[in-house]
């Protein structure tokens, strides 16, 4: 795809660094068991999966949100044309008898200017 959007480019156009930075988990984390660290970082892990977790259910009802009103948006402009074609029609026929009437009365004009 031509439009593909690539990492390499992001990182490049907002000056970021290639890699993540090193985490400094502090030296009361450095110092604690090595299954007391796995224990921790598991922990961590879930609470980060469950915030993306989070995160990604709120970006599904906000999209879910913008289909519905470009669902409404639609079905809104459909009805708005609707409306126009029927008023357009209404103008018209209201000109067509606008017509109708100037034709009688420049009709018994003519008659009126003959009798007189």
């Given at each position: 795809?031509?439009?593909?959007?690539?990492?390499?480019?992001?990182?490049?156009?907002?000056?970021?660094?290639?890699?993540?930075?090193?985490?400094?988990?502090?030296?009361?984390?450095?110092?604690?068991?090595?299954?007391?660290?796995?224990?921790?970082?598991?922990k961590?892990?879930?609470?980060?999966?469950?915030?993306?977790?989070?995160?990604?259910?709120?970006?599904?009802?906000?999209?879910?949100?913008?289909?519905?009103?470009?669902?409404?948006?639609?079905?809104?402009?459909?009805?708005v044309?609707?409306?126009?074609?029927?008023?357009?029609?209404?103008?018209?026929?209201?000109?067509e008898?606008?017509?109708?009437?100037?034709?009688?009365i420049?009709?018994?004009?003519?008659?009126?200017?003959?009798l007189?």
């Open positions: 795809m031509e439009n593909e959007v690539k990492i390499e480019d992001i990182v490049k156009e907002h000056g970021l660094k290639g890699k993540a930075p090193r985490i400094n988990w502090g030296k009361d984390f450095d110092d604690r068991p090595l299954d007391e660290k796995v224990a921790y970082l598991k961590f892990a879930n609470s980060f999966n469950e915030a993306l977790r989070m995160m990604q259910d709120e970006r599904n009802l906000w999209h879910k949100k913008a289909v519905n009103q470009e669902a409404q948006a639609a079905h809104m402009r459909k009805q044309d609707q409306q126009r074609g029927i008023m357009q029609q209404i103008v018209q026929q209201e000109n008898t606008k017509r109708v009437y100037q034709e009688r420049n009709a018994l004009e003519d008659k009126i200017r003959k007189t």
